[in-house]
């Protein structure tokens, strides 16, 4: 994380923001006990920051059929920096690849893929991989049923007994 010096309100503001970024700063104010002034001011810092980076609709791909997710587990042959950081240049700009992941272990990355269709997704391994020289092997491991997707992340470890920011203890996804 960077310099950014985060409160409790901070967290709890955060922890929303991540679950749903549409609610309005008088609704955020309200759940966190600021004024939709000061939510404001908080989320422009979080920007500048660069702590907060994107506000996207994240699609949930149980409701688009065609779309096929892969798993990936890649080993490099030669993990000096510049391949590495060509390699992941070559991850930045494939728009299949939803997240990437270097990673310790039997694997150097753990890519996941999210293609439309058998053959889509055939292409983009072969030029992501197969094509790569620098690919030493890799394994691909077609999701069956996406549990869980998502993509927040913590701003702190829990506290044991208390419930996060805009959630109902019991509630579950």
């Known amino acids: 994380m960077s310099d950014l010096m985060l409160d409790d309100v901070d967290h709890d503001l955060l922890a929303l923001l991540q679950r749903d970024a549409s609610r309005t700063l008088r609704d955020l104010g309200d759940e966190v006990g600021l004024s939709p002034s000061a939510v404001l001011r908080r989320v422009q810092r979080y920007r500048s920051a660069g702590l907060l980076s994107h506000n996207v609709a994240v699609l949930d791909p149980r409701h688009v059929p065609e779309v096929i997710l892969s798993v990936c587990l890649v080993t490099i042959e030669d993990d000096t920096p510049e391949e590495g950081r060509r390699y992941r240049a070559r991850l930045l700009e494939a728009p299949e690849v939803q997240q990437a992941y270097e990673v310790s272990g039997d694997y150097d990355y753990v890519v996941v893929l999210a293609c439309v269709g058998m053959r889509h997704e055939n292409e983009v ?32 470890e829990p506290a044991r007994g208390r419930v996060p920011a805009g959630e109902v203890r019991g509630a579950t996804d």
């Open 125 to 156: 391994a072969k030029r992501l991989f197969q094509q790569d020289p620098n690919v030493k092997r890799y394994t691909t491991l077609f999701v069956l049923d996406p549990v869980r997707t998502g993509v927040a992340v913590p701003t702190r």
